[in-house]
């Protein structure tokens, strides 16, 4: 993992199943089902395609009681498939309930999702967090205390805004709004701490989905506690909207070294792909050079000097050859990942940004030669010709990686 001069700020360690979140640990990537729990096929095959996709930790409803009950039973499903990533389960309104009567079914949770917003009003407060706080200790799960915008407790948020009001220069409602996002976490993780559970057992977010005033909360709050961080724009949306908002939501947070986990909100498209939120995160991370997933393919995005669709048909090409190889790369050529590889349209920039890739190859642009010169370690190493460039170029990359990365 390169970490690309980015300072992390100091956060708690803490241990979610079998995968660690915070302290010196890689950032988690994690993403949440979009199936009813307690149809047990259904959520485990999704959180296999989640899981398989590089989600590390997967989150799921628990709603009611047959979700609770479903549990072991989608854990035993995903041992059997050989998959090992941590559960989560999500309470809201009744989860001082569930967690109370289905103690050994919550047991197969990896770690329970507590929204302070949600969890009672006025006495049943703090009543109920406790309750789950303490099932939470005796089970010895770890919880993230998620503070939504959206459902953000109403009594602390009127109580603030009261306060504003009879200030002489009153803040701006947005201000108060993040304020009291902040205040509603903190308070509630000191409260779990005063029940006994360590710093190293909570997670913190405070989501909104508004970007500037999310990436203010979690400056802010980076600065005042050493709560490892769960970071993630809220609501995002769908396609574009969703992939650019979260990415500049995430992206300068990430830069700041603030954020120990992240997710992203995707509404799911109209094919169901619930794992685009997996995949959109991993390229968050790999775009600041945090992390890297898969082989990085630069391409270019063609212009009038490109002589045919040639080139977009080869870049796209390769970003499938290497989706499809990857399962079996990671395996037998550990650090492929890293591997930077440039597709170009024209001589223009090609062998330039071909120099600066790990393999490059430049297509031929309009008027020029019909050749393509090939990179590797920013030297030339062949040119191609003729009408099997692709499969020749496929071959080469293939060179590459067993001679570099076989173990
Ligand atoms: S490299 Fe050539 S084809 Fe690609 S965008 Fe630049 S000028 Fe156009």
């Given at each position: 993992?390169?970490?690309?001069?980015?300072?992390?700020?100091?956060?708690?360690?803490?241990?979610?199943?079998?995968?660690?979140?915070?302290?010196?640990?890689?950032?988690?990537?994690?993403?949440?089902?979009?199936?009813?729990?307690?149809?047990?096929?259904?959520?485990?095959?999704?959180?296999?395609?989640?899981?398989?996709?590089?989600?590390?930790?997967?989150?799921?409803?628990?709603?009611?009681?047959?979700?609770?009950?479903a549990i072991p039973y989608i854990k035993d499903n995903l041992k059997?498939?050989?998959?090992?990533?941590?559960?989560?389960?999500?309470?809201?309104?009744?989860?001082?309930?569930?967690?109370?009567?289905?103690?050994?079914?919550?047991?197969?949770?990896?770690?329970?999702?507590?929204?302070?917003?949600?969890?009672?009003?006025?006495?049943?407060?703090?009543?109920?967090?406790?309750?789950?706080?303490?099932?939470?200790?005796?089970?010895?799960?770890?919880?993230?205390?998620?503070?939504?915008?959206?459902?953000?407790?109403?009594?602390?948020?009127?109580?603030?805004?009261?306060?504003?009001?009879?200030?002489?220069?009153?803040?701006?409602?947005?201000?108060?709004?993040?304020?009291?996002?902040?205040?509603?976490?903190?308070?509630?993780?000191?409260?779990?701490?005063?029940?006994?559970?360590?710093?190293?057992?909570?997670?913190?977010?405070?989501?909104?989905?508004?970007?500037?005033?999310?990436?203010?909360?979690?400056?802010?709050?980076?600065?005042?506690?050493?709560?490892?961080?769960?970071?993630?724009?809220?609501?995002?949306?769908?396609?574009?909207?969703g992939i650019v908002y979260s990415a500049c939501a995430l992206g300068?947070?990430?830069?700041?070294?603030?954020?120990?986990?992240?997710?992203?909100?995707?509404?799911?498209?109209?094919?169901?792909?619930?794992?685009?939120?997996?995949?959109?995160?991993?390229?968050?991370?790999?775009?600041?050079?945090?992390?890297?997933?898969?082989?990085?393919?630069?391409?270019?995005?063609?212009?009038?000097?490109?002589?045919?669709?040639?080139?977009?048909?080869?870049?796209?090409?390769?970003?499938?050859?290497?989706?499809?190889?990857?399962?079996?790369?990671?395996?037998?050529?550990?650090?492929?990942?890293?591997?930077?590889?440039?597709?170009?349209?024209?001589?223009?920039?090609?062998?330039?940004?071909?120099?600066?890739?790990?393999?490059?190859?430049?297509?031929?642009?309009?008027?020029?030669?019909?050749?393509?010169?090939?990179?590797?370690?920013?030297?030339?190493?062949v040119t191609l010709k003729g009408g099997n460039i692709t499969n020749?170029?496929?071959?080469?990359?293939?060179?590459?990686?067993?001679?570099?990365?076989?173990?």
């Amino acid at each position: 993992m390169s970490t690309n001069n980015i300072n992390r700020r100091r956060s708690y360690e803490v241990k979610v199943g079998n995968v660690s979140v915070g302290g010196n640990n890689p950032i988690v990537v994690q993403s949440m089902t979009d199936t009813n729990t307690s149809e047990i096929d259904k959520t485990t095959n999704q959180i296999a395609e989640l899981a398989q996709a590089g989600s590390e930790i997967v989150r799921v409803t628990v709603n009611d009681s047959d979700a609770i009950q479903a549990i072991p039973y989608i854990k035993d499903n995903l041992k059997k498939m050989n998959i090992e990533v941590p559960i989560v389960g999500d309470f809201h309104f009744n989860g001082h309930i569930l967690l109370n009567k289905y103690q050994s079914e919550a047991a197969h949770l990896d770690k329970f999702r507590i929204n302070p917003g949600n969890v009672g009003k006025k006495n049943k407060k703090d009543k109920n967090f406790t309750t789950m706080i303490e099932v939470a200790c005796k089970l010895d799960k770890p919880v993230r205390i998620g503070v939504n915008w959206g459902s953000l407790d109403q009594e602390l948020l009127a109580s603030n805004l009261d306060a504003n009001n009879k200030l002489s220069k009153p803040k701006t409602l947005d201000e108060i709004m993040c304020e009291s996002v902040i205040t509603s976490a903190l308070e509630n993780a000191k409260l779990a701490e005063q029940i006994g559970m360590g710093k190293d057992k909570i997670i913190i977010s405070c989501k909104l989905s508004k970007v500037n005033m999310l990436i203010d909360v979690y400056k802010k709050i980076s600065e005042i506690c050493s709560y490892a961080l769960h970071l993630g724009l809220t609501e995002a949306g769908s396609n574009e909207r969703g992939i650019v908002y979260s990415a500049c939501a995430l992206g300068p947070l990430l830069l700041n070294g603030i954020g120990d986990t992240i997710r992203v909100s995707l509404t799911t498209d109209i094919n169901g792909n619930r794992s685009k939120e997996v995949e959109v995160a991993k390229l968050i991370l790999q775009s600041l050079g945090i992390r890297y997933f898969l082989p990085d393919v630069t391409s270019c995005p063609g212009c009038g000097r490109t002589s045919s669709d040639y080139f977009q048909k080869l870049a796209a090409d390769i970003d499938q050859h290497i989706k499809i190889n990857m399962p079996s790369w990671k395996k037998e050529y550990p650090g492929v990942e890293n591997l930077k590889i440039s597709v170009m349209g024209c001589i223009v920039n090609g062998p330039g940004e071909s120099k600066h890739a790990d393999i490059g190859i430049s297509l031929p642009g309009r008027g020029e030669n019909p050749t393509a010169p090939v990179y590797i370690d920013g030297k030339k190493n062949v040119t191609l010709k003729g009408g099997n460039i692709t499969n020749e170029f496929k071959e080469i990359l293939f060179n590459y990686i067993e001679n570099r990365f076989k173990t």
